[in-house]
């Protein structure tokens, strides 16, 4: 049986400022819309993922702000660093570590997204392999 994720809840204060910046990051808008009073929903996916977030009213108890925990895995962490930078995000530089090269950054809620480049396992003869 698989098991895929499909969608993280993203909570936000304004949803329109947050669709435009995940957009202008590069993000896909799959959808927007106010299914009715006090009930909108907004899915975005990030270039190349099979799993999208979701912003919006209604859709989450999460206080704004406190999504925390995401992980994404990128090519390349310099090139992630320069687009991101090039689109006026206040992005956190590379950081160099054994298991990988990470770059983080928040959204305009203050959520925060960290972005892994592996290491090239290959190198290592104790890494996993699969």
Same mark, same amino acid.
């Given at each position: ?8 809840? !993203? $909570?936000? *204060?304004?949803? #329109? ?21 006090? +009930?909108?929903?907004? &899915?975005?996916? $990030? @270039?190349? %993922?099979?799993? %999208?977030?979701? +912003?919006?009213?209604? !859709?989450?108890?999460?206080? @704004?702000?406190?999504?925390? %925990? ?6 390349? /962490?310099?090139? /992630?660093? /320069?687009?991101?930078? %090039?689109?006026?995000? #206040?992005?956190?530089?590379? #950081?160099? &570590? /054994? ?7 928040? =959204? @305009? ?6 972005? &892994?480049? +592996?290491? =090239?396992? *290959? ?8």
């Amino acid at each position: 049986m698989d098991w895929k994720i499909e969608l993280v809840f !993203i $909570p936000v *204060s304004d949803i #329109d400022r947050a669709r435009d910046f995940y957009v202008n990051i590069g993000f896909v808008l799959d959808c927007d819309q106010q299914v009715e009073e006090g +009930l909108r929903f907004v &899915q975005l996916t $990030p @270039p190349g %993922s099979a799993c %999208s977030i979701a +912003l919006g009213e209604g !859709i989450t108890e999460m206080t @704004p702000g406190t999504q925390n %925990s995401i992980q994404v895995v990128i090519p390349n /962490a310099d090139d /992630a660093l /320069a687009h991101l930078n %090039s689109q006026g995000v #206040d992005v956190h530089g590379v #950081d160099e &570590q /054994a298991w990988g090269r990470f770059v983080r950054f928040n =959204d @305009p809620d203050g959520n925060t997204w960290t972005l &892994q480049e +592996l290491p =090239d396992y *290959s190198k290592d003869p104790y890494a996993p392999q699969n």
